[in-house]
């Protein structure tokens, strides 16, 4: 398989893969494979959160996954599932994931961060990030900076009133004051 259970898999691996795919966490990496060929590809996903998108990428074909996310707790056991919405336990926890799979990692960061370490991805990704950031031109800067030569950038956005800011107005049309100068930066 793309994820190599060719070969032995560590335990806590398999039950990782088993909980993603249960909790839906396999979806959007798909959809991304879809877009682009992950096969061999570093992938970077901005605003990861506490999610195990790390599994779903992996077994899409990545060769290595990295988590950013500046409010990232490492330690915790517990996803919101994409499929139920309902929060569900795990018997491992992301810093545990790390540890056993060296493919993985997640940062507690920006993506300044990842830029003054010298990382660089092939692929990088904004799964419903775009309406939490302030500042979006400048992160779009960083992570240009942050891709490869011929490197892609995916982005999903399920808000499209709304593109800087967390959950700022106007969030439907009916809100927006084309009279506001904060509203007309950012309505297209």
Not at 37 to 50: A, H, M, P
Not at 79 to 88: D, G, L, N, P, Y
Not at 122 to 145: F, I, Q, R
């Amino acid at each position: 398989s793309r994820f190599g259970l060719r070969r032995r898999v560590h335990p806590l691996i398999r039950q990782a893969i088993g909980s993603a795919v249960n909790m839906g966490f396999v979806r959007w990496p798909r959809r991304v494979a879809r877009l682009v060929d992950l096969g061999g590809r570093d992938i970077l996903d901005v605003g990861c959160g506490t999610t195990l998108h790390s599994i779903g990428f992996l077994t899409a074909g990545a060769k290595a996954y990295t988590g950013l996310d500046p409010t990232l707790d490492l330690d915790v056991k517990a996803f919101k599932s994409k499929v139920t919405h309902q929060i569900e336990t795990t018997p491992f926890s992301l810093r545990e994931l790390t540890s056993t799979e060296p493919r993985i990692a997640y940062w507690m960061g920006t993506t300044e961060d990842l830029l003054a370490a010298g990382k660089r991805f092939d692929v990088a990704t904004l799964h419903n990030v775009t309406e939490h950031v302030d500042g979006l031109n400048g992160l779009l800067e960083t992570l240009t900076s942050l891709l490869k030569p011929g490197g892609h950038l995916v982005i999903h956005h399920h808000n499209f009133y709304c593109w800087d800011g967390h959950h700022c107005a106007p969030k439907t049309e009916e809100w927006m004051d084309l009279d506001n100068q904060a509203q007309r930066l950012v309505v297209d």
